[in-house]
């Protein structure tokens, strides 16, 4: 069954190690990173953006595909399916469907619309029991081949949206999606730490966990983020894997086109990246 991803953060930041939020793109992903999570005995959360959901054909799909992959796959550990960067449509069409956590990103309005908005999705949630994460300062990232550089949330603001009672909240403290570029000065530490001041146990959500050098990530942790998300590492290794295959042949070999047979060396790259990161966010064993 799902859950709602309140308890995980809670015993996160008690426990000082954080929750591996992976994007979902189709059942391959879902599969190689429930699997992986079940044998490190980790909770997880499974990540969908709005334009994910649109290709795995609608938040009912991934839902169903999930539903049924935990009991086929008798999955123990707790996981959340996760609504990533909604918004305020996409995060009721999840409530909806079914998911058992959303975010809901209104960083690109003013304060006063966001907690506006957070506000009434807040309430929602808790009737539900869902977990809602909300984010303020926009994370960076490539936009028609411009990399932004990440903004830095104003701690103020960060309070004002974390005593709305949010499960949990992402702060932009310099953090970019994808890859970083060489250029970047690395995460904004001074920030995380005013925010972390202001507010206090809120657990706090790292985007654009791609290429975060490991002592960073630790460092960001004992800093309080309880929640890393990381979406374009295991896209890569994928893709690697995958490129390798073909590049030597081996679908043009016996059955060697059999889909179950081409994606399988991607497939076996996520739980190898996925393990990597659930190792090094120290949610090992947490389940
Ligand atoms: P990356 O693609 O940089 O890992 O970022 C993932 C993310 O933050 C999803 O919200």
Redesign the pocket.
């Known amino acids: 069954m799902l859950v709602s991803a309140k308890e995980m953060m809670t015993k996160a930041v008690a426990g000082h190690y954080a929750v591996g939020h992976f994007?979902i793109n189709n059942l391959e992903w879902t599969k190689a990173i429930l699997l992986t999570a079940e044998e490190l005995k980790s909770p997880v959360i499974l990540?969908v953006s709005e334009g994910a959901g649109k290709y795995m054909c609608g938040y009912k799909t991934i839902v169903g595909m999930v539903n049924g992959m935990l009991g086929e796959l008798g999955i123990t550990v707790p996981v959340a399916l996760h609504l990533?960067?909604g918004s305020f449509e996409g995060a009721k069409a999840c409530i909806n469907a079914g998911f058992s956590s959303v975010m809901f990103d209104g960083s690109h309005y003013s304060i006063e619309e966001n907690i506006e908005k957070t506000k009434v999705l807040v309430n929602t949630c808790d009737v539900l029991g869902l977990s809602l994460e909300a984010e303020v300062g926009s994370?960076g990232g490539e936009e028609d081949g411009v990399v932004g550089m990440g903004e830095c949330a104003d701690p103020d603001e960060c309070k004002m949206i974390a005593d709305l009672g949010v499960a949990m909240l992402a702060a932009g403290i310099g953090n970019i999606?994808?890859v970083y570029p060489e250029n970047w000065p690395g995460l904004s530490f001074e920030t995380l730490a005013a925010v972390k001041e202001k507010v206090g146990d809120m657990p706090l959500v790292l985007?654009?966990?791609?290429g975060i050098p490991d002592d960073m990530i630790k460092k960001a942790i004992s800093l309080g983020v309880a929640k890393i998300?990381?979406?374009?590492?295991c896209q890569l290794s994928f893709q690697a894997a995958t490129r390798q295959y073909i590049e030597e042949g081996k679908d043009l070999k016996g059955k060697g086109f059999d889909p179950r047979k081409l994606l399988a060396p991607g497939y076996e790259a996520i739980k190898d990246k996925v393990k990597e990161k659930m190792e090094l966010f120290g949610s090992v064993g947490k389940a």
Not at 207 to 210: F, V
Not at 229 to 233: F, G, K, L, Q, S
Request: avoid cysteine; hydrophobic fraction near 10%; glycine fraction near 24%.
């Open positions: 994007n990540g990533d960067h994370i999606h994808g985007h654009g966990g791609t998300n990381v979406n374009t590492e």
